[in-house]
Nanobody
C-alpha cells in the first residue's frame, strides 16, 4: 500500500507560480510512474503531467506544456509539480497518483493510489 499526500496549493494571481508536492509513505514509489491530475469546478478529472519511475521520461497535457514542470526526488520520496504562468482556468483540485505496475500513462484509470488533493485557485 502507498499513501500519497499532496501539499502546496493555495490562492495565487494569474501569471503567478506555485509548486505542489506529493509525498509517498507506506512504501517507496521510486520505481513507478507518478502523475498529476486536476478536477476543476463542474469538470471531469483531467491529466496534467506524469513522470516515469526513473524520472527520465515525462509527459504533459498540451494545456500546460512549457509552463508546468514535473520532477521527482527519490531520496525524499517526493514528486513535484512546478506551475508557472498560471491562468484562472487552472483553478482545480490537484491530485497525485501512482500505480503498481510499470509504464507511463495519461489515463486516470491506470493509477491505483491517489492522494486527497490540494486546492489551487488562480484569481484573474
Amino acid at each position: 500500500q502507498v499513501q500519497l499526500v499532496e501539499s502546496g496549493g493555495g490562492l495565487v494571481q494569474a501569471g503567478g507560480s506555485l509548486r505542489l508536492s506529493c509525498v509517498a509513505s507506506g512504501r517507496t514509489f521510486s520505481s513507478n510512474a507518478v502523475a498529476w491530475f486536476r478536477q476543476g469546478p463542474g469538470k471531469e478529472r483531467e491529466f496534467v503531467a506524469v513522470i516515469s519511475g526513473s524520472g527520465g521520461s515525462t509527459l504533459y497535457a498540451e494545456s500546460v506544456k512549457g509552463r508546468f514542470t514535473i520532477s521527482r526526488d527519490t531520496a525524499r520520496n517526493t514528486v513535484y509539480l512546478q506551475m508557472g504562468s498560471l491562468k484562472p482556468e487552472a483553478t482545480a483540485v490537484y491530485y497525485c497518483a501512482t500505480r503498481n505496475g510499470p509504464g507511463v500513462f495519461t489515463s486516470s484509470g491506470k493509477y491505483d493510489y491517489w492522494g486527497q488533493g490540494t486546492q489551487v485557485t488562480v484569481s484573474s
